[in-house]
């Protein structure tokens, strides 16, 4: 499957923007989907998964309540809903579909997307 993210921009805090992750070759209703941030200098840091049906959510710690995750099958694509936003959040952010081990770990997760820079003003 390849991953395609896209969605990013240029946002104040306090703002809110919406990640798309839209997949080709492969169904997205195959795979449990995920999404990582990178800020420079700092390891992959995850964001967000949902399971293959939608059902199951888990977020990364430092979201607390601010980020939804979900997906449409129909379109292929998978959604990050982020609200109050700040600058901490600025990283590019990248989509991944699953493959074996602990979510947290970006070494559990098998095809990448390319990176959707996201930037918080202050």
């Known amino acids: 499957v390849q991953l395609q993210a896209y969605g990013g921009g240029l946002v104040q805090a306090g703002g809110s923007l919406r990640l798309s992750c839209a997949a080709s070759?492969?169904?997205?209703?195959?795979?449990?989907i995920g999404w990582f941030r990178q800020a420079p200098g700092k390891d992959r840091e995850f964001v967000a998964r949902i399971s293959w049906d939608g059902g199951s959510t888990y977020y990364g710690d430092f979201v607390k309540g601010r980020f939804t995750i979900s997906r449409d099958d129909a379109k292929n694509t998978v959604y990050l809903q982020m609200n109050s936003l700040k600058p901490e959040d600025t990283a590019p952010y990248y989509c991944?579909?699953?493959?074996?081990?602990?979510?947290?770990?970006?070494?559990?997760?098998?095809?990448w997307g390319q990176g959707t820079q996201v930037t918080v003003s202050s």
């Open positions: 070759g492969r169904a997205l209703s195959r795979y449990k």
């Open positions: 991944a579909a699953y493959d074996t081990g602990s979510y947290q770990w970006a070494s559990s997760w098998r095809y």
